[in-house]
Each structure stands twice: as C-alpha cells, then as structure tokens.
C-alpha cells in the first residue's frame, strides 16, 4: 500500500483531498500545521476530520511564522469579499511553499511516494501559489533537489482539485463522502463563519450553485 | 539600502555569506532556525556571530522537523567521515527547501530584494539540495507562486561560494574579516570539535590547504 502526505488544513478543499487519498487507496499521513494563524478553529477542525476516519498517524507541526498577512498578524483586519484581481492581504507569504517544502521532508522520512494538496485555480482568493504553474515548478525542485529526485523516484504532488469550481468541489466531496460537515473556512474563526470574508463568500456561493445545504453555521450569509 | 535576507546557521560558509551581504552594502536580516537539531551549538555561534557585527534584527524561527536524519534524531549515530559519493545519513530531508521557504516568506514581509545561502556544490557532503541545479528551480518557484514573482521583482537567490573548494572559502573569509573563530561546523556539538565527522574533516581539509591555522578547539585533529 502506497503512503501518501495529505496536506489538511481542516478547510473544505484539503478535507476534499483527504477523502480522495482514501478512495485512492493511499495509506494517508495528514500532515497539519500550527503556525500562528489567527485562530485555532481550523486546526481543531483538521483533528476531528482524522478522528471521523480513524486515522492513528497525524503529524501536526509546530512552527513559527514570518508575518505578513491578515491571516496570521492580529493587527491587520480580515477585510470583506470585494472580488478584486489583485493579490489580497489574507495572502500570506510562501504559505504553501512552507507547507510543501515540510511534506516533501515528511514524504521523504516516510517513504510516502505522493502528496496531495488542495490547491485550486478557479474559486481561489488569487494567491499565487494556488496555481498549476507554482505546483510544476515545485515539482522541478523535487526532482533536482531531493533524494528521491537524483535517485530517480521523485515524490509526485497530486493536486485533484485545481481545476474544480468550488461547486465542483462541493458535489464531488458529496459523492465521495467527505466529511464537510466538519470543516471550517471562515478566515475569523469564531464559533459561527461570519459569512462575508472572501472564503466564506467563496464556500457559501459555491453551495448555492451546487445546490447543497452548508450545515456549518454562520452568522449571516453574504452582505444582505 | 537594499535588504538581505542572510541564512545563518552557524557554520563557516553561512557566517562567510553574512560578511560578503555586510561588505555588499546590504542592510542584513539574519535568519537561523531552532528546527530540534543535534546540538543547540551552531544556533550559539549564530547568535555570537549577530553579536559581533552588532546587528539588532535575527530571526530565529522555532519548528519541528521531520526527521530521519542523523543530525536531528538522537538514535541515528553522527558517522566518520568516507568521503562516499552517496546521500549520506547526515542528510536531513528537505532542510534547504524548508529553510529558503521560510527565507522567501521573510524576505516578502520585510521587503528584501535577495537571500543569501551559503550553499556549496564543491568541497561538500552530496547532499542534493546544495547544488546550483536546485537553487535554479527553486528561483523558477519564486517567479511563479510568490506575490513579488509575480508583479515582475522576484526575490533573487544568491549563492556566492556555489563554485569555491572550502580553502577558497576560508581564504575569502580571512580576507574580509569574517568572524569564523566563532562559527560552529561539528555535527556533533560538543565543547571541542571531533575532528572526525564530514563537517569537522571537510574544514580541517580546508584549512590546510588553505595554509590558515583554525583556532576552534578539536578534541583530534583527523583521523590519526
């Protein structure tokens, strides 16, 4: 049986992932990170999707931050969801460059052959490290830059959801019985999503088209 | 003044890299990591290296690793020196690629325009992550998933001792007065170096060829 690292933050995506290693076949190491990110809300989140699949292997890694973002700096406002093109102030700065970089160490040790990353290009907040040309580019590293990668097996990222729409995403979760119920979006993190934060826009739109209930609560739903 | 992001661990090359970003005119932003190595000792010398170019800003990031390398787990035992031309034990997974992650991530919030790593392709223990091929494709990553990369002023990777034996290297630092009495290079970390271990007989190689007299304290000198 093949191991594979899924990155999980405990968002809807990378909970997406995670079910999608499973149905794969893949012996999963979910591979968490506390950061310093604004709340823990998605952290605990993270914890009960591994609990519901009764996975014993869940590495959570505690690490430091290097500032930056709205997401991680107290001081700075989660702004709301304008849809601007410009990259937002919730970007935080190599965030999923950190993240792949301590998979492709944990794959490594591990002997895992993939990583999966729920990365997507299409309902995104615009962060450049979402898209297919950062994920090939990495790919590249691995291959120069790794054991594996000059020994000629070079860990290979598996990005299932990059050219999904979030409603895509939605109904796929759904087919294969991906636990979203458990997840969080919201870039607040209190108890209830506050409904109007980019990811939460994102999360309620994406519903809406896929015609599915979001049984997460939230304060309110969009502006109105 | 254009600012420099300086990868610090300690050793020789890393405290040479600091001097040549000081000599270039770059205001310097040290960064070390606490990422549950062997020996706190090169963490040490970084901080007494800072201290002597009196500079106020050293970011030392706490993180957890991944493991699976003599120079982090305490029951893989440090080896002697073979000059193998395999990846050794030493070789801890993925460490430059978290570390220039991390370093890229700093550089975005602190608006430096480079990043100094002391990496080196010569006088080295196979590792693959020191060589030019790696940090080329990492410089492709840069371009393509960071903010900076993107907007057209990508941060840029500079590897000065990439092309220079380890007497080279000394000699270089001699000439520029870089404070190498204080740098840690053992993998052990005891009081005196072993003088036995790939580090401690690569420097010990490189001092004599170099014709410099190294006033680190060994426990032996090589192997005799």
């Known amino acids: 049986m093949s191991r594979a690292v899924v990155l999980l933050s405990g968002g809807l995506d990378s909970a997406t992932c995670l079910s999608l290693a499973i149905r794969d076949g893949y012996d999963v190491y979910p591979l968490s990170f506390d950061y310093g990110q ?73 002997d895992a052959s993939v990583i999966y990353i ?45 050219n999904l729409s979030k409603a895509e995403i939605i109904k796929l979760a759904c087919e294969i019985n991906a636990p979203i119920h458990l997840t969080t979006s919201c870039y607040k993190g209190d108890e209830k999503a506050c409904g109007i934060c980019d990811s939460c826009s994102l999360r309620l739109k994406g519903f809406e088209e896929a015609g599915i209930v979001d049984t997460v609560e939230y304060i309110k739903k969009g502006k109105d």
Chains 1, 2 share one sequence.
């Not at 590293?141 to 990059?162: F, M």
């Open 118 to 162: 729920g990365v997507n290009a299409v309902d995104y907040s615009g962060y450049p490290d979402c898209r297919p040309e950062f994920i090939e580019a990495f790919e590249k590293v691995i291959k120069v830059g790794t054991k594996g990668g000059v020994n000629g097996k070079p860990i290979e990222i598996l990005t299932p959801l990059v």
């Open 38 to 110: 604004r709340h823990k809300k998605e952290l605990l989140s993270a914890k009960k999707i591994v609990e519901y699949y009764e996975i014993k292997q869940h590495k959570i890694i505690q690490t430091g931050n290097v500032g930056g973002s709205a997401l991680t700096d107290m001081d700075i406002e989660v702004p709301e969801y304008k849809g601007l093109p410009s990259i937002p102030i919730t970007y935080v700065p190599a965030r999923n460059l950190i993240f792949l970089s301590y998979a492709v160490g944990y794959a490594e040790t591990i």
